[in-house]
Structure formats: structure tokens, C-alpha cells
């Protein structure tokens, strides 16, 4: 009997270990299934803007989906092309507002809401295709009514705008950007618009007399929407999904009334004419 202890021990130490083995494979494999892989990263269209009334953003265009982001990056606006949503979310207090496309179409957003109105009756031509920092672009011209000194009403050449020349993917997700902006509809993302009248209180104008329209020299206050920078970059898989730990927000306002995002709109609001944001 003493002769064969060394191999019961002999055997009962490779039990141990295969147990032991075991156990760690199993935890092994729990812990990787509590990990999933982080999803892709994925090609986007990044266009550096600046719009006359919500400061400098960043927009961001891939597959169905169009993100916006105001300033320091703590704001921003999202259309989601599956879920046919729109939110705009406050990172730095996790919350977000969400609505469906078709009811943000109808109000836009509150600093530019209403600004499509103005831009309806207006008549686009395209001009011509070019390649603009390696992007096919278009140019059209802006066509408006206006009555010349006899009476008569005419076209008038009014501004210009320049647009990526493929269109997007879907119509809403052009439709979203220009309802954000609060110009006028184009099929593809827009990249500039410049206007070269306005009527004094600084809107556009339609069928009124020429003598109360003076031309605006001040490059500045023409444009509405320019573009400064345009590229492709790769973002995280997630960049377009709003985190799952956002907390509900019950409307717009309440997303612009958070502190970061007041300090944002503040800037927008009361920055020295001229001033860069």
C-alpha cells in the first residue's frame, strides 16, 4: 500500500489541475461574454461649418445617419435615417430629447425656426459641378420675384448655393440639415449659401420695390452657411448612437436650458458682431 501513495498523489494532483484549468477557462469565457467586441469604426463625411445664427459646428454624414455638433462638442443634433428620429442631446448632463423627423420638420430648431419660410418661394438653378478639397460639388444660383420700379414682377438673381453634387442617401437626411440651418431644401448636404440682398430687417426679400433693397457688401453678413474644412475620416462604430444611460429629456428647450449647453447658445447669441466663435 505505502508503494502506491506516490501515485494516488500523482493522481489526485492532475485532478487538482485540470479542475483548477477548467474552473479558469470557464471564467475566461464569462468574462468574454460579458465584453461584446466594440463595433467598427466607420467612414464619415466631416464638414467644418459656421451658420450665421448657431455658431461653428461640425456635421458629420455616414450611411443613413447626419450628426451636428455645436461648438465645444457639448450639444448636438442627430438624425437617425433607420429609427426616422431626430435628437439633440447634452453630453456633460447625459440627457437627450427625442422626436420623430416628421414633427422636428415642422418647428426645425428654436433659433431657426421658421427660416425655411423665407427661403419657399425661392427658384434654384444649377450653374455648374466642380471639385471642391476633392468632393464633386455643384453651384446653383437663387431665383426670387422681385416688382421692378414699372410694376412688373422679374427673377432676380439673389444668391448662390453650393452643395456636395451626390445627393444623399435618403431625402430626409438633406431635408434635416437644411431644416436645422433653416435655408432652403436641397437633395444633397449643403455647404454654402450666400444671399446678396436683404430688406432691413436682415431677412430675405420677395416682390418689393428695388430701391428699398441695397446690396449687402459685407462678405460676413451675406453668408448664412459656409464650410471651411471637408473630408473623410474614419469615427468610432458608435458615434451614432445616443449612449443608453441618457436620461429623457421632455423638450428642445430643456436640452438648451441645461448649463453647458446655455454657456453654448449664450455665445451664439451675444458674440460681438464680426466676432469669432
Given at each position: 500500500m505505502p508503494q502506491l501513495m506516490p501515485q494516488i498523489r500523482r493522481v489526485r494532483n492532475k485532478t487538482i489541475?485540470?479542475?483548477?484549468l477548467a474552473v479558469a477557462a470557464g471564467s475566461q469565457a464569462i468574462v468574454c461574454a460579458a465584453a461584446p467586441a466594440k463595433p467598427k469604426a466607420i467612414q464619415a463625411i466631416h464638414a467644418v461649418q459656421q451658420h450665421n445664427k448657431l455658431g461653428r459646428g461640425d456635421l458629420y454624414v455616414a450611411g443613413l445617419d447626419v450628426k451636428w455638433i455645436f461648438n465645444d462638442g457639448d450639444v448636438y443634433f442627430m438624425y437617425k435615417g433607420k429609427e426616422r428620429k431626430v435628437y439633440l442631446a447634452c453630453t456633460s448632463k447625459k440627457s437627450v430629447f427625442e422626436q420623430p423627423f416628421a414633427q422636428f420638420k415642422r418647428k426645425g430648431i428654436h433659433f431657426t425656426q421658421g427660416g425655411q419660410d423665407a427661403f419657399n418661394p425661392i427658384r434654384i438653378k444649377p450653374l455648374k459641378t466642380f471639385v471642391l478639397q476633392g468632393f464633386p460639388v455643384k453651384i446653383y444660383t437663387m431665383l426670387a420675384e422681385a416688382r421692378a420700379g414699372g410694376g412688373e414682377l422679374r427673377l432676380v438673381d439673389i444668391g448662390s448655393i453650393t452643395a456636395l453634387a451626390e445627393p444623399t442617401k435618403t431625402p430626409e437626411m438633406a431635408e434635416f440639415i437644411t431644416t436645422s440651418y433653416g435655408l432652403k431644401k436641397i437633395d444633397s448636404v449643403m455647404l454654402e449659401l450666400k444671399t446678396r440682398f436683404y430688406a432691413e430687417d436682415g431677412s430675405l426679400w420677395f416682390k418689393?420695390?428695388?430701391?428699398?433693397?441695397?446690396?449687402?457688401n459685407n462678405t460676413s453678413n451675406q453668408a448664412r452657411l459656409r464650410t471651411s474644412k471637408l473630408e473623410k475620416i474614419m469615427v468610432a462604430g458608435d458615434f451614432f448612437e445616443v449612449p443608453k444611460d441618457y436620461k429623457k429629456a421632455a423638450s428642445q428647450e430643456a436640452i438648451m436650458g441645461m448649463a453647458s449647453a446655455t454657456r453654448d447658445f449664450e455665445d451664439l447669441l451675444f458674440a460681438e458682431p464680426g466676432s469669432k466663435k
Open positions: 489541475f485540470s479542475l483548477l418689393t420695390s428695388t430701391k428699398d433693397l441695397p446690396q449687402v
